[in-house]
């Protein structure tokens, strides 16, 4: 079965501090994750993608990696801002593509940065 | 460039009630459209795709339904609402014969009291 499984749930993290969230997967065959940032009450908003052939992508203070052989990703955020406070959601789709087939999305994990 | 738009934002209706939410993409043509349901503390759950006017698919049998009368436009109807459809509602949408870049709305929060 297609799962994606994220750790940790929550997260509580100082100002400036850097943090790293993890998501594992067992979605075969592997195409592309995604790593989406989603605040409260709002809709997800995209942070990175990678395909199978990359193991890191950046987007100023996110970096993303990705093992495609263990099936591990980790969304790493350095310098921490009280605006990074909000539900990061991983998600991975299949190798066969066209609007038929489904995103498989974690359950996210809810990041807290505190003064 | 493109945008997407749900309506109402926020709504709360009594069990037994009817429900129309509306979601509208600018700036493409012929776009896929979604709708997925978030409940608290749970991933997002897929409900219905369409790939064309008047073509739906259901990913979970339910109480809910799904039209598209025009091209960039998406509703999500039910007849009679349950305390189980409460949640937040979010609409997507991706470009022709892809699914893998889905863009999100802003969301609907409804509550079913």
């Known amino acids: 079965k297609n799962q994606v499984e994220q750790s940790p749930q929550s997260l509580i993290i100082l100002e400036g501090k850097n943090c790293t969230l993890q998501c594992n997967y067992t979605v075969s065959p592997f195409s592309n994750l995604r790593w989406y940032k989603q605040d409260t009450g709002r809709g997800p908003v995209s942070l990175t993608i990678m395909t199978f052939s990359e193991n890191t992508k950046s987007n100023g203070r996110y970096t993303a990696t990705l093992d495609a052989d263990t099936k591990q990703s980790s969304l790493h955020i350095t310098a921490s801002q009280l605006s990074d406070s909000a539900s990061y959601i991983c998600v991975v789709s299949d190798r066969y593509g066209g609007a038929t087939n489904k995103l498989i999305f974690g359950t996210g994990t809810l990041l807290a940065v505190q003064p | 460039s493109q945008t997407i738009h749900q309506w109402p934002a926020t709504l709360v209706q009594p069990v037994g009630s009817p429900l129309s939410l509306e979601c509208t993409v600018e700036?493409?043509?012929?776009?896929?459209l979604y709708w997925y349901r978030q409940a608290a503390g749970r991933g997002l759950q897929l409900l219905f795709y369409?790939?064309?006017?008047?073509?739906i698919s259901s990913e979970v049998p339910q109480n809910l339904s799904a039209s598209r009368p025009q091209d960039r436009q998406f509703i999500l109807s039910s007849k009679k609402l349950l305390l189980s459809d409460s949640g937040f509602y979010l609409c997507?949408?991706?470009?022709?014969?892809?699914?893998?870049?889905?863009?999100f709305g802003p969301g609907t929060r409804l509550t079913v009291t």
């Open positions: 369409s790939v064309g006017i008047g073509q």
């Open positions: 700036g493409t043509s012929n776009p896929n």
């Open positions: 997507a949408w991706s470009r022709t014969g892809t699914v893998y870049e889905q863009y």
